[in-house]
């Protein structure tokens, strides 16, 4: 039972906390608060102290490190591998997994980590995100105990190098038709065969363990195989490269061609069956998207902004004295403020176990409409001198179109929310 509070002690109080406004009041008129376009809604006031020293360990580490290599990577198509062992070092992959040589931090922090990272490129945090979220996330999600310690304590340091199979060529947004299949092996007992083809994966031609997910051919279910690139006989795994890309130039992405190759019944995922597995994995990268591309735009607003201060037409004037470009730098900021918010608000609520999948559906996929609608639009304040990939702009733009399209399409997400709201699958 709660005790009832007197009429006198809540008028005591009432008036105690009128006096204390009037005070906080004072001092703002004597000190007003200046407006801080780089974190315009106070986010950084939300996160931990612990938070905000990995957003500054990311954020020195990406721009000390990786901005510097992400131009010649772009145009050559160049993915160092390396740079997942310099992520490794500093503890920021597989960061929310506890034990296994990883950090266990919160998911707040380990979305610092993807802003910081996406704000160089989103290759670059395409590649990392695969590592931690897909690949690491899945072995620690639904893997033995033995996968775990087998291959987690490496793939934490960079070390041993993951992949994620979902997509197949005929298959994207629907996976559940995927024709790659392992049946009970011929000669090899002990063994499964796997057979089929997978598409557009970061990661494959150069991962050490394939995360595959297949059809098992003695009961229809989709099942999850760890498979280990040096032990497949020679012929049974391709992982070629998929080249000419538009964008995610600074990440390498390939394709996954398996001809029956022998996997041990140890490396199947023992318990985990159908869409439930392979979309858990996609939910934790989601979610990572969804602060990474903010990242993105917000090097977007930073680049603009300088360039509008520093670029001079008619009379010798900046051109951001002009209407026009102050309000694409408005909007550009808003939505950022707004998404940072709403990928923390997730954040927590996954770590309270409270986060339904819609609710990543719906940052990813607005998160990331906004920030290519904003980039685009910023991208014209730069004029011709846009076309240079010196002014960096061009290249987001280009990242963020396929931020927006891969993992959930922007009109499938719209249609996982429309399902949840009417109960109507509009799938079929």
């Known amino acids: 039972m709660f005790k009832p509070v007197c009429r006198q002690t809540v008028r005591q109080l009432r008036a105690a906390s009128r006096c204390q406004n009037v005070g906080v009041t004072k001092r703002y008129m004597h000190a007003p608060l200046a407006f801080d376009w780089k974190d315009p809604l106070g986010a950084s006031n939300l996160y931990t102290e612990d938070?905000?020293?990995?957003?500054?360990?990311?954020e020195s580490y990406c721009q000390e490190r990786m901005l510097p290599r992400v131009l010649e990577a772009f145009r050559n198509e160049e993915y160092d591998r390396?740079?997942?062992?310099?992520?490794g070092e500093l503890g920021l992959l597989g960061a929310?997994?506890?034990?296994?040589?990883?950090a266990g931090v919160s998911s707040v922090a380990s979305g610092l980590i993807t802003r910081a990272v996406e704000r160089v490129d989103s290759g670059y945090r395409s590649g990392m995100s695969v590592q931690s979220s897909l690949a690491?996330?899945?072995i620690e999600e639904f893997g033995t105990e033995e996968q775990k310690e087998r291959f987690l304590p490496g793939m934490a340091k960079g070390k041993i190098l993951g992949c994620f199979g979902l997509t197949e060529?005929?298959?994207g947004s629907d996976p559940g038709s995927m024709e790659s299949v392992a049946k009970p092996h011929p000669t090899k007992k002990g063994y499964y065969s796997l057979s089929g083809s997978k598409t557009w994966i970061t990661n494959s031609p150069i991962a050490d363990v394939l995360l595959v997910w297949a059809k098992l051919q003695q009961t229809g279910k989709i099942r999850g195989f760890l498979v280990e690139r040096e032990k497949c006989p020679p012929g049974t795994l391709e992982t070629p490269k998929l080249g000419n890309k538009n964008g995610l130039r600074a990440s390498?992405?390939?394709?996954?061609?398996?001809?029956?190759?022998?996997v041990p019944h140890e490396n199947m995922f023992p318990d985990i069956e159908g869409l439930r597995g392979p979309f858990s994995c996609l939910n934790s990268a989601r979610y990572g998207i969804a602060w990474g591309v903010i990242g993105a735009l917000e090097d977007a607003i930073a680049r603009t902004r300088e360039y509008a201060l520093e670029r001079k037409q008619f009379k010798g004037n900046p051109i951001a004295k002009y209407q026009l470009v102050q309000k694409k730098l408005a909007d550009a900021t808003t939505d950022a403020a707004y998404g940072i918010l709403a990928a923390y608000q997730v954040g927590r609520l996954k770590d309270e176990g409270k986060a339904a999948p819609e609710m990543i559906s719906?940052?990813?996929?607005?998160?990331?409409?906004?920030?290519?609608?904003?980039?685009?639009?910023l991208q014209e304040v730069f004029g011709g001198n846009a076309v240079s990939d010196e002014y960096h702009i061009?290249?987001?733009?280009?990242?963020?179109?396929?931020?927006?399209?891969?993992e959930g399409q922007s009109d499938i997400h719209a249609l996982i929310l429309g399902r949840a709201i009417t109960g109507i699958q509009a799938f079929c």
């Not at 929310?96 to 990883?102: F, M, P, S």
């Not at 061009?394 to 891969?406: D, I, W």
């Open 51 to 58: 938070e905000l020293a990995i957003a500054e360990t990311a």
């Open 82 to 87: 390396k740079i997942l062992e310099e992520m």
């Open 96 to 102: 929310t997994i506890k034990g296994y040589d990883c």
């Open 136 to 138: 690491m996330g899945g």
């Open 169 to 171: 060529p005929n298959h």
């Open 252 to 262: 390498i992405t390939g394709m996954i061609q398996m001809d029956d190759i022998p």
């Open 362 to 377: 719906m940052i990813k996929r607005q998160n990331c409409d906004r920030a290519l609608v904003n980039t685009r639009t």
């Open 394 to 406: 061009g290249r987001h733009v280009s990242n963020l179109f396929v931020t927006q399209t891969y």
